[in-house]
């Protein structure tokens, strides 16, 4: 009996390198399979270029349950280490200040930055 798996992680790890099926191997079937985040690990995948195909299939494919779409991945990308670190939004803290400010979501908050620009954002910050 396997452990329990509850990161990630540990479904990314078994796609790209260890190739176990750790949702067959666990003691709770169910709840592994409950764990298993096909929208994150899609992303993980779509970092590279020879598994970007691969999770844009079980992206437009997301009806498929869980398991079958984690079997499916774990038999079909190959056998390689992947690291690689996630894109994240640029000048989150300006984004936080203006979204603060002027009291709206990130998205208009974003809007608002590139209208105004950055000089007059942070004027109105430090006067604010």
């Known amino acids: 009996?396997?452990?329990?798996?509850d990161g990630v992680w540990?479904?990314?790890t078994a796609i790209n390198q260890t190739k176990q099926n750790i949702i067959a191997e666990s003691e709770d079937q169910i709840e592994?399979?409950?764990?298993?985040?096909?929208?994150?690990?899609?992303?993980a995948l779509s970092y590279y270029?020879?598994?970007i195909h691969l999770a844009q299939l079980m992206n437009i494919n997301s009806n498929i349950g869980k398991k079958m779409q984690f079997e499916f991945l774990l038999n079909s990308v190959r056998?390689?280490?992947r690291y690689s670190k996630w894109a994240k939004t640029k000048d989150m803290d300006m984004l936080n200040k203006v979204s603060?400010?002027?009291?709206?979501?990130?998205?208009r908050a974003k809007e608002i930055i590139d209208i105004l620009g950055?000089?007059?954002i942070e004027k109105?910050?430090?006067?604010g």
């Open 124 to 127: 109105a910050i430090t006067k």
């Open 100 to 107: 603060d400010l002027y009291n709206v979501n990130n998205a």
């Open 118 to 120: 950055k000089e007059t």
């Open 49 to 51: 270029p020879d598994t």
């Open 10 to 12: 540990d479904y990314i």
């Open 32 to 43: 592994s399979e409950k764990a298993y985040n096909p929208f994150l690990t899609n992303r």
């Open 1 to 5: 009996m396997a452990k329990k798996n």
């Open 79 to 81: 056998t390689r280490k």
